[in-house]
């Protein structure tokens, strides 16, 4: 809900800025856009709460230390301090802002087109053109996903260990191990989180 809330909102204000006099937003600016909430949602919601699951799925690996969410939160910050909470900060922003560029960027300009097509756009529309955009974000940033995590693992690695370890046991094809999960979740969450987006910004609008 945080990551977004906060997606959304950064969103929404930097492409106030950015929209012509039509209110239309070319593509470039899009994905500027998107990158910039990215970035915004990394530092913010993301990386904490990405850092504190990870651990957590290192620790069932090995004889559980941690007995829950907010234990693992405090044994991070315990040992860590909360430095230890943004840990892999760099490459999870590097993620984030590469999944919303692609993911806001794809999505609007997707919008845009049905708009100049004039094809309706409503709930079946708006959930086909967040699915569209989930399908490309998964394949154009699992790269970056897949470093994040092994650098915010209890092995404690380096971005730079990370990718040479990746490419040493794995190759290329490593970087895109798990796109296959990872496209049923977004494809799902692309449609629902747009389709609710566009619809509660239809209700504040008229209700404004």
Not at 71 to 79: D, P, T
Not at 112 to 140: H, L
Request: glycine residues 12%; aromatic residues 8%; positive net charge.
């Amino acid at each position: 809900m945080l990551k977004a809330g906060v997606r959304f909102l950064c969103f929404d204000s930097i492409k106030n800025q950015l929209v012509d006099d039509a209110g239309r937003m070319s593509t470039a600016n899009g994905i500027l856009a998107g990158m910039v909430a990215g970035g915004f949602e990394s530092v913010l919601a993301v990386t904490p709460t990405e850092r504190i699951k990870t651990a957590l799925i290192d620790d069932a690996k090995r004889p559980r230390k941690a007995r829950g969410a907010v234990h693992g939160a405090y044994m991070l910050v315990s040992q860590q301090g909360v430095r230890g909470l943004y840990r892999g900060v760099v490459p999870t922003t590097v993620k984030q802002s590469a999944t919303s560029a692609v993911r806001m960027g794809s999505y609007n300009m997707l919008k845009e087109t049905f708009k100049e097509r004039s094809i309706p756009v409503n709930g079946a529309t708006t959930f086909f053109m967040g699915s569209i955009a989930g399908t490309i974000t998964v394949y154009a940033t699992q790269p970056f996903d897949t470093v994040k995590t092994r650098v915010q693992g209890m092995s404690q690695k380096g971005m730079s260990e990370a990718v040479t370890e990746l490419l040493r046991e794995e190759g290329i094809q490593g970087f895109w191990r798990g796109s296959t999960m990872r496209l049923g979740r977004l494809v799902l969450s692309g449609g629902i989180v747009f389709s609710a987006y566009e619809q509660f910004a239809s209700i504040l609008s008229s209700a404004t």
